[in-house]
């Protein structure tokens, strides 16, 4: 996401379900949307899907207990997959969590695979979003806090929508 080049221009790009999140740097950031910026024709819109961090889940003191394994059954394989989040990390100065996902993979009951994952991300404030978007030559039409077009509100959705200039 951070560099790219598709040798054409779009009319529209979306960047959906909060992938910016993954970037992991104020610098990343920036040169992700530098490198949407060069793709898009004059006037060309880009979308962004964030969410709005809510502070009591950004404190790095915050004691997290692990959440609820939550389990779905894969019709194709005939397995039963869990995943619990086992364990949590803020970094209040860089802006990121990292998060252990522990996944359990069992069929009639009796466990076949268990893995983790790690899930880092950084959260960016409305604020900040809106300062990248003027740093990197975008023009900011409308900002939402939902897909049904709500004004911005305190730890819901930021969706955002710009226009190359």
């Not at 819109?45 to 389990?71: E, F, G, N, Q």
């Not at 059954?73 to 860089?94: M, Q």
């Amino acid at each position: 996401m951070e560099r790219f080049t598709l040798h054409r221009r779009f009319g529209l790009a979306i960047v959906a379900y909060r992938a910016f999140h993954h970037l992991l740097s104020p610098d990343a950031q920036r040169s992700c949307l530098a490198h949407l910026r060069r793709h898009l024709r004059r006037g060309g819109r880009l979308v962004i899907h964030l969410y709005d961090p809510r502070l009591d889940l950004c404190d790095p003191a915050a004691v997290r207990p692990p959440s609820a394994r939550s389990t779905v059954h894969d019709p194709a394989s005939g397995c039963d997959v869990a995943v619990a989040v086992t364990d949590r990390v803020n970094d209040a100065v860089t802006q990121t969590l990292s998060e252990i996902w522990r996944w359990t993979v069992s069929r009639n009951g009796a466990v076949v695979r268990t893995f983790a994952d790690e899930l880092r991300l950084r959260w960016t404030y409305r604020y900040e979003m809106r300062y990248l978007f003027e740093l990197t030559g975008f023009t900011v039409l409308a900002e939402y806090s939902d897909f049904k077009g709500s004004p911005p509100r305190y730890g819901a959705e930021q969706v955002w929508v710009v226009a190359r200039m």
